[in-house]
């Protein structure tokens, strides 16, 4: 990609969108970035696919001497050979340009920055860890099986460890639990300041919380314990105390993991929307490729809608994992009589610190059904000494509790009006004064419930209630949804992420509670040291059949529709891990998921092999699969299984609101059953069976579609599954150019875009140059934007030319594409400046997996004219 990263992120504030024919508008700035660092990548597959590194010395050479001599001004800061054959440079403008035109140049990538993503941080509000064990069965795996992922080492690249804490192992070095790592950073850097600072060290100590908190859900062992308590770790450090990184640095860190020897890689990280050819995705994908088992969030940007997988997660050998939310969570009460009940609650934001004693009587202003409680002023002294009970809906937290406060209350109560634990914020004018706290529906709901029946009082405390989570084992809200661009199957897998307790620096408490795709991504890299352990042959490969196969799916409870049926493959991968069962299974089946791309007619059948599981043997381990006739030997006998269906709901064509549609697929079987084991009784040790796969009804305007197909065993063992999930209907009609008024021609002033319907002249210097504003409503394969000289109507070649593009991030927001009056031509075509004149830009885009010679496939758009104004010199 060239320039287009001009512009991400920024939104269309306090305007209306218009076309070319209505009257000019101001496009306010939000968040604009350009890009000014770029990956580029050499046409040689890098040392680890078998490249001498005579040859990728030559090769980066000669690049070096191209560039050089054809003026092209960058510089060069870093140099990849293992993972990715490529070098990291700084350049702008025209020499980008010039640089993609070099001979040997494969593609030119932004150099993305990467966040750690939202995350909930309650201090004093302590989620159990061993509730989310007992989700995946790695307290069965733990205790039962005597697993604790010994001897396996887990390179965690993130924010760091801090070693010093006794959870994970007190010391760095040599015969410490952190044995090895690197700072690539150092604390002071921020990919965001305007010149981040790097001073990397060797001491990957953590000075954020969150590489800690990740590290301690792979393998604590004190305080609390994590999936895998006995395995060795790896730090490396690729954030500086706060701030973002970028995702060049996370290339380095892992090389240094595979140079090290790591067995697993955590990446709880990621850049949403992109596609698997982004560098951080293809070197991840590499590292797999190689025997290094590979774990990555999905992404936390769920509200951002379809398509929304993180690079590294999206590399097609990548183990992307969802998140779903706790069963439970450990909350400071207050209790309220008659019985002295604990009702555990979440403090809100910009209020008051609450007590931890004193009794106030109890008040209600509304009801379980009120829309807008608390949202009118109430009278004077109306509440004076109470403590008050208001739900949610309407108006701001911040009104309700100052009306509240106004007339003359002792503190609030809030209560949620949907499912889930509500985290409030009541900052705001005029400042709040009292306590202010929240519990969930079904608590407000019996705090209303004995008002309605007589007076009650409520008691302040310091003790702790255990509160069962009304989301528990639900996908996450903020868990980003799949598939990948090129309808690959993403994510794979899911795992607890919502609301987990884990371990912390010393220096903030020791422990503390983080929600997001970072936290559930640990889980599965803990249950793959676990299952290292078991099966210590086991290939990169068998370890994903093994996790999708023994995952269970889970309902979808809320929303419409509800109760009755799983939520998107999309959402949540192959379900829930179930470590245990991975460990245990006696046979697996391949492949363990189904990517069965676009179906524009008919249906789509796909082959599976269902294949007796070997024995493997580690440290005293020996797992082949269940004894299931209790003779203390694995079972030979013949096992039958029965082909059944789960199906999946569906979602609708809007990409940015996703609708969940109860549309179903069907499937059907060339067999019913299968039999694979007991080779005396002439049984072979594998089967194939035929799966014909018909997508729900396109008039339901279901597109994404999913399911489950399972195996059930005759021998009472546990139910294999293999997911699928696909496209219903010609993918490429989705619309690209989506938003009214988009593309546009546009000048950029101090403090806005504005648009130029008419066209305009430009003198080229400084920022007086055209860009072109467009929105992408979904991804796309190809960019290009060519140059037509309008006096002539012949083509001058290029002004963009970019492939493998992300979509915007919202609904109304676009990237901005300045051209600077240069134009090129890929692989060795020269780069000129054109003369002054009169020129239009004639804008096409290749949508996903298109076919290059199929216009039907192509979305375009011209300019209006641009006139170049140069001044004399």
Not at 27 to 42: G, K, Q, Y
Not at 394 to 407: D, E, G, M, V
Not at 568 to 587: E, F, K, T
Not at 677 to 688: E, L, P, S
Request: charged share 15%; proline share 7%.
């Amino acid at each position: 990609m060239r320039r287009l990263l001009a512009g991400i992120g920024a939104a269309i504030v306090g305007t209306t969108m218009m076309s070319h024919a209505q009257s000019p508008q101001v496009i306010p700035l939000s968040d604009s970035e350009t890009a000014d660092r770029w990956f580029v990548e050499l046409s040689s597959p890098p040392g680890i696919e078998g490249t001498s590194s005579a040859v990728l010395d030559r090769e980066e050479a000669d690049f070096h001497a191209a560039a050089r001599g054809g003026g092209v001004r960058y510089a060069d800061s870093r140099r990849f050979k293992d993972l990715w054959n490529g070098v990291i440079v700084s350049a702008t403008g025209r020499d980008i340009a010039m640089l993609r035109s070099i001979p040997g140049v494969q593609a030119v990538y932004p150099v993305l920055k990467v966040s750690l993503g939202p995350q909930e941080d309650q201090p004093g509000n302590d989620i159990d860890l061993i509730t989310a064990l007992k989700q995946t069965g790695a307290d069965i795996a733990q205790s039962e099986l005597g697993l604790s992922g010994r001897g396996v080492r887990v390179a965690v690249i993130d924010t760091g460890i801090d070693y010093d804490h006794p959870d994970l192992g007190g010391c760095f070095g040599w015969h410490c639990r952190v044995e090895k790592g690197f700072d690539l950073v150092g604390d002071e850097f921020n990919a965001n300041d305007a010149v981040p600072v790097i001073k990397p060290d060797p001491d990957p100590d953590d000075c954020a919380g969150h590489g800690t908190h990740v590290s301690g859900i792979i393998g604590a062992n004190g305080g609390i314990k994590g999936v895998a308590p006995g395995v060795t770790f790896f730090a490396y450090r690729v954030f500086g105390c706060v701030g973002s990184t970028t995702s060049e640095v996370l290339i380095d860190a892992m090389e240094r993991a595979r140079r090290d020897g790591a067995d697993v890689v955590n990446m709880s990280l990621g850049s949403a929307f992109q596609w698997p050819e982004y560098p951080t995705a293809k070197a991840a994908d590499r590292l797999v490729k190689h025997g290094v088992v590979v774990v990555a969030a999905a992404g936390n940007d769920g509200a951002a809608g379809l398509y929304g997988s993180s690079a590294p997660s999206v590399g097609k050998n990548v183990i992307a994992v969802a998140s779903f939310d706790n069963t439970h969570a450990n909350l400071v009460a207050f209790s309220i009589t008659p019985d002295d009940a604990k009702i555990g609650y979440i403090g809100a934001a910009a209020a008051p610190v609450t007590p931890q004693s004193g009794s106030f009587p109890m008040a209600r202003t509304g009801t379980t059904t009120t829309t807008s409680d608390g949202c009118s002023a109430l009278a004077p002294g109306s509440l004076s000494g109470k403590v008050v009970l208001i739900r949610r809906g309407t108006c701001t937290f911040n009104l309700k509790a100052f009306n509240a406060q106004s007339a003359g209350a002792a503190g609030v109560v809030l209560y949620n009006n949907v499912a889930g634990f509500l985290s409030p914020t009541v900052a705001g004018t005029p400042a709040i004064t009292i306590p202010v706290v929240a519990v969930t529906a079904d608590r407000g709901a019996l705090i209303n419930g004995r008002l309605a029946a007589g007076a009650v009082t409520m008691m302040w405390t310091n003790q702790v209630a255990s509160e069962p989570s009304p989301t528990a084992n639900l996908i996450s809200s903020f868990s980003s949804y799949g598939l990948a661009p090129d309808l690959s199957f993403k994510p794979d897998i899911g795992a607890p992420g919502g609301t987990i307790r884990s371990t912390l620096p010393l220096e903030q408490g020791g422990y503390g509670n983080l929600s997001g795709t970072s936290m559930s991504s640990p889980h599965v890299a803990g249950a793959v040291a676990l299952l290292l352990e078991a099966r210590p042959h086991a290939s990169p490969e068998e370890v994903l059949e093994r996790l999708q196969n023994s995952a269970r799916p889970h309902l979808r409870f809320v929303g419409n529709p509800a109760l009755g049926f799983l939520d998107n493959v999309h959402r949540q991968g192959a379900g829930m891990l179930q470590i245990d069962d991975a460990v245990l299974a006696g046979a697996v089946v391949s492949p363990s998921s189904l990517a069965l791309g676009e179906i524009e007619a008919g249906s789509a059948t796909r082959w599976l092999r269902i294949t007796q599981a070997e024995s493997d043997e580690r440290h005293g381990h020996g797992f082949r699969g269940r004894d299931h006739d209790g003779d203390g030997d694995d079972d030979d006998a013949p096992v039958t299984y029965t082909l059944g269906h789960q199906p999946a709901l569906s979602t609708g064509a809007n990409t940015f609101a996703p609708q969940f549609l109860a549309s179903l697929a069907a499937v059907q079987f060339s067999s019913p059953t299968v039999s694979i084991g007991g080779r005396h009784h002439g049984h072979d040790g594998d089967a194939r069976v035929g799966v014909t796969i018909t997508p729900p009804p396109s008039a339901d305007g279901a597109r994404l579609f999913g399911g489950y197909i399972t195996f059930t065993p005759s021998d009472g063992g546990s139910i294999l599954r293999v997911p699928y999930a696909g496209y219903n209907g010609d993918y490429q009609a989705i619309t690209v150019f989506s938003l009214a008024g988009f593309p546009m021609l546009a000048r950029l002033t101090p403090t806005a875009f504005v648009p130029q319907p008419g066209g305009a002249s430009f003198t080229m210097t400084g920022d007086d140059v055209p860009f072109v504003l467009l929105h992408l409503n979904h991804q796309v394969a190809n960019l290009k934007q060519e140059v037509i000289d309008v006096a002539t109507g012949k083509s001058l070649n290029f002004a963009e030319d970019d492939d493998f593009v992300g979509r915007n991030s919202a609904v109304s927001s676009f990237f901005a594409l300045p051209w600077d009056g240069t134009t090129f031509k890929k692989q060795g075509g020269k780069t000129r400046v054109v003369p002054n004149g009169t020129y239009r830009l004639e804008l096409s885009i290749l949508k996903a997996l298109g076919d290059p010679r199929n216009p039907a496939h192509f979305e375009r758009w011209s300019s209006p004219n641009i006139t170049i104004t140069r001044p004399t010199p």
